[in-house]
């Protein structure tokens, strides 16, 4: 069974969708900074890496997993109006504060919130 199948998803179609993070989203920040992330609701894509295989350090061969991808700068400024300055000040040290960058989160620590499917016009 596919990892989206808590929601409609076509292969190739740009939707977006509301979602709140409800559990700790993973990556590489330290854990008070994927704590900072609970219950911020922004707008996300479903997307699956582009790599599709990757090596992980010890050299095993996984399938790439789907993840959440969200503009940065949207992501930032909502942990922000959350409360969470120390957490948004966090990810702008790093550089996620520029245009056209994403942070991608754990398909599985996000819920759609209902009735919120966006779907973008096709651009082709």
Same mark, same amino acid.
């Given at each position: !069974?596919?990892?989206?199948?808590? #929601? ?5 179609? &740009? ?8 559990? +700790? ?6 854990? @008070?900074?994927?704590?900072? @992330?609970?219950?911020?609701? #922004? +707008? ?7 790599? *599709? ?5 010890? =050299?095993?061969?996984? $399938? ?13 400024? /909502?942990?922000? &109006? !959350? *409360?969470?300055? $120390?957490?948004?000040?966090?990810? &702008? /040290?790093? %550089? ?15 819920? /759609?919130? $209902? %009735?919120?499917?966006?779907? #973008?016009? +096709? !651009? =082709?």
């Amino acid at each position: !069974m596919s990892e989206f199948s808590q #929601f409609p998803y076509e292969e190739g179609k &740009e939707e977006s969708f509301r979602v709140i993070v409800t559990s +700790d989203p993973g990556s590489n920040p330290p854990e @008070w900074v994927r704590q900072a @992330w609970l219950c911020v609701e #922004f +707008d996300a894509q479903p997307v699956i890496p582009l790599l *599709g295989l990757r090596e992980t350090p010890t =050299n095993e061969v996984v $399938e790439s997993k789907p993840v959440w991808k969200v503009n940065a700068v949207t992501a930032i400024d /909502t942990l922000r &109006e !959350m *409360g969470q300055y $120390e957490a948004a000040d966090w990810w &702008e /040290t790093k %550089g996620y504060c520029k245009e056209h960058t994403y942070l991608y989160l754990a398909i599985t620590s996000c819920e /759609t919130v $209902e %009735g919120s499917q966006i779907v #973008f016009p +096709d !651009m =082709n």
